[in-house]
């Protein structure tokens, strides 16, 4: 057996299963999950009909690097959003979903035999940037976000040594779990280290098209582009289908940036086998056309949010993120009590109002220089993907819960 297996952590949720074992929520309320990240809205009919339409396409392998029409939807998409032109032939490659290629990317990229090999993720972080640096060989080096400022990582945190030992960073923006998108400042930063210590940055964009303000998240293409380096040198950006079109089912997404990253990624991606089914391929490339899905989609967000957040302000500490679909609350709402017991706080919501909510700590890691050492301890992440209502709901027992607790103290 391969040895490395053996230094994977469980994932959240599977950790939340075994402490939520012996739960019995309260039958009284039918239950609502907050948990899990899945997109809950209807998946747009012009992309279920380009899937069908494209049923034919069953009868032959499809090429690994894409269909150049699927390939030039998407380098249409990323002029449109992000005002950036991309050479569709070595710039762009179609991945099953951003996960997939977040994992087959370090395994790319990492040179395990270099002393050292560092692979930088920010904390709290989604898992696979973890599972993909340890099975590469590599280690990792967790970078802890800042409540004030808006749970933005702090890549200050990193020492030069460390930095000189990195191979690969992976940057999430906007966030998961904190909705934080990065501002161009931080991108120039980024770009200065990169260049001098020569690791590869890994830009998670899965939740860029869901956002609250009137000005869309910047992308790292477009800060590589405004910051003069049009050939994305040691950059390359994950994009996804799953939250954007509300099809997390049909597993699809994009990579792209320096080519001659790419060049080697569609290389390891060859022997993996990942290439994309002909049928999703064609409805991917409709729903990379259409944007008019993509504003209701944001729309339905937004409400959520605005009718959701009223409620939970005067109960928690919580903000409205600069985008994806989470809340990142603290459960303490005074600064006496800052590290409260999320965990046996979302046991507790559980077992007496039947509302899922995942405790932060488990979406991060401990270190000991940290203060405090596990970024997500005291926060709780809501995913509000259930429809409007449902999210209500949910919002108002959380705040009885909180009055219930609030006597009880
Ligand atoms: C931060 C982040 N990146 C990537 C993904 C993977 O999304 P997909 O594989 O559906 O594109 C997720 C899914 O929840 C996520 O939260």
């Known amino acids: ?54 049923l034919p396409g069953l009868s032959s392998y499809p090429a690994t690097a894409g269909e150049p029409v699927l390939r030039e939807a998407i380098a249409g998409w990323v002029q449109r959003r992000y005002g950036v032109a991309l050479n569709a032939g070595t710039q762009v490659l179609p991945v ?5 290629a977040l994992f087959a990317f370090a395994q790319t990229v990492i040179n395990p035999t270099r002393p050292g090999a560092t692979v930088v993720c920010p904390n709290p972080f989604y898992q696979i940037y973890e ?6 060989g590599a280690q990792t080096c967790f970078v802890p976000s800042v409540p004030s400022r808006n749970f933005a990582a702090d890549w200050a945190a990193v020492d030069d ?30 770009f200065e280290l990169s260049d001098r210590h020569g690791f590869v940055i890994a830009s998670d964009e899965c939740y860029s098209e869901i956002y609250f303000g009137d000005s869309p998240p910047l992308g790292s293409l477009q800060a590589a582009r405004a910051l003069g380096r049009p050939d994305f040198r040691r950059l390359v950006a994950f994009t996804s289908l799953s939250k954007r079109s509300n099809v997390p089912g049909l597993r699809s997404g994009f990579v ?44 339905l967000y937004r409400q959520k949010f605005a009718q959701v957040l009223p409620v939970l302000q005067p109960v928690l500490d919580v903000q409205r993120p600069d985008a994806a679909f989470y809340l990142w609350a603290g459960i303490a709402t005074s600064a006496a009590a800052p590290l409260a017991n999320e965990v046996a706080w979302a046991q ?20 000991a220089q940290h203060t405090p050492p596990n970024p997500g301890a005291g926060r709780i992440r809501m995913a509000l993907v259930a429809p409007v209502a449902e999210c209500l709901e949910a919002a108002e027992r959380i705040a009885a819960y909180c009055a219930q607790q609030r006597q009880a103290a």
Request: net charge positive; glycine share 6%.
């Open 256 to 299: 792209a940036g320096d080519a001659e990253l790419l060049k080697a990624f569609l290389l390891y991606r060859t022997y993996h086998g990942s290439a994309m089914s002909p049928l999703v391929q064609r409805a991917s490339a409709a729903a990379w056309a259409d944007e008019k899905h993509v504003v209701a989609n944001r729309e």
């Open 131 to 136: 599972g993909a640096a340890l099975l590469a």
């Open 96 to 100: 099953t979903g951003s996960r997939e």
């Open 161 to 190: 040594a460390t930095w000189a030992r990195t191979q690969l960073l992976y940057v999430c923006s906007p966030g998961n779990p904190t909705g934080a998108v990065m501002p161009l400042a931080e991108w120039k930063w980024l």
């Open 348 to 367: 507790g919501l559980l077992a007496q109002y039947n509302v899922n909510v995942l405790p932060g700590r488990l979406l991060a890691r401990e270190v």
């Open 1 to 54: 057996m391969n040895p490395l297996l053996q230094r994977l952590h469980p994932y959240p949720f599977e950790r939340w299963r075994e402490l939520t074992a012996g739960i019995t929520p309260n039958p009284a309320y039918r239950p609502i999950s907050l948990g899990i990240g899945e997109p809950k809205h209807a998946t747009p009919a012009l992309i279920e009909e380009a899937l069908m339409a494209a």
